[in-house]
């Protein structure tokens, strides 16, 4: 074997790459691509007296949801990390999900060492498989961050933070259970 100018193995005698080898070998079964869950706390707007805060929630850096129109629920994703089945992870800035004309939950399934999720609201319907250990991780360090970041968002701009969805306050500001 040696390798091409692209960075792959290449047999010396097909001249074949090992990717395109496999690719052609229908009996190959390739392991599924993870995805990759990103939290950070993000300023939403000001007004005179408020920052609003939200979770801005990511898979492989494309945002799960508009943060204008939607907010992600932070007590349904750690939930999310600990069990299957339906959660409201996305949901309105007041809290209700059918606010934000979400009628369908994310279908959460756990299975062995994978975490998915299937969202059909709002569209488009998207599928993302984690690895379990691996979110659940980042979960646990948006829990433990957030009370910090929100504190500093309201050192830098001298007002007090306003977290959204309504109701998940203990996240932004701490109080809140370990996944």
């Known amino acids: 074997m040696r390798w091409n100018g692209r960075?792959?193995?290449v047999c010396p005698l097909r001249g074949q790459s090992l990717e395109s080898r496999l690719a052609a070998q229908r009996s190959v079964r390739r392991a599924p691509?993870?995805?990759t869950l990103s939290l950070e706390v993000a300023v939403e707007f000001e007004d005179d007296k408020k920052v609003h805060v939200f979770c801005d929630a990511r898979v492989d850096g494309t945002a799960v949801a508009d943060p204008l129109r939607h907010s992600i629920s932070?007590?349904?994703l750690r939930e999310s990390a600990v069990a299957s089945g339906p959660c409201y992870l996305i949901t309105c800035s007041c809290g209700n999900a059918g606010c934000a004309g979400i009628e369908k939950p994310v279908e959460v399934t756990h299975s062995g060492s994978t975490i998915e999720w299937n969202i059909?609201?709002?569209a488009p319907q998207r599928h993302f498989s984690f690895e379990a250990e691996a979110y659940r991780s980042v979960i646990q360090e948006a829990m433990?961050?957030?009370p910090l970041a929100t504190a500093k968002i309201e050192?830098?701009?001298s007002k007090q933070a306003s977290p959204t969805p309504r109701g998940e306050e203990e996240f932004f500001?701490?109080?809140h259970r370990a996944v």
């Open 7 to 9: 960075g792959e193995l």
């Open 120 to 122: 059909s609201e709002p």
């Open 155 to 157: 050192r830098v701009t």
């Open 173 to 175: 500001w701490g109080g």
């Open 74 to 76: 932070l007590a349904e």
């Open 33 to 35: 691509e993870m995805n």
């Open 144 to 146: 433990r961050s957030f």
